[in-house]
Nanobody, 123 residues
Framework: RVYLVESGGGSVEAGSSLTLSCRISGIFDRTDCLAWFRQAPGKGREGVAALCPTISTFYSDSVKGRFTLSQDNAANTVYLRMNNLKPEDTATYFC?????????????????WGQGTQVTVSS
């Protein structure tokens, strides 16, 4: 089982930047995908980005060009750098692992989740 702990959320103004962290522990295959999802109040959980080391890195159209994934294997941490934040980015952000394929943005394909970190962007 994989254990995930997110951090780095906060309240910022539009145009600002934040970096979220997802610390990974437990039994984790580094070749597996690890993804970020977000859920705004009253909405479903949306795939934001995924790091699939043997395949590629994926981003949703709504964040492409603004958000960037990176990883520090020594720290067992994956980062989501979020630039030029917009009010519509306001949500609770979750990282997810134990991916069963084939579609990275399908939340039902992940078996392990963190507790989430809140991001609030004011206009």
């Amino acid at each position: 089982r994989v254990y995930l702990v997110e951090s780095g959320g906060g309240s910022v103004e539009a145009g600002s930047s934040l970096t979220l962290s997802c610390r990974i522990s437990g039994i984790f295959d580094r070749t597996d995908c690890l993804a970020w999802f977000r859920q705004a109040p009253g909405k479903g959980r949306e795939g934001v980005a995924a790091l699939c080391p043997t395949i590629s890195t994926f981003y949703s159209d709504s964040v492409k060009g603004r958000f960037t994934l990176s990883q520090d294997n020594a720290a067992n941490t994956v980062y989501l750098r979020m630039n030029n934040l917009k009010p519509e980015d306001t949500a609770t952000y979750f990282c997810a692992a134990d991916y069963r394929g084939p579609r990275w943005s399908d939340q039902s394909r992940y078996d392990s989740w963190g507790q989430g970190t809140q991001v609030t962007v004011s206009s």
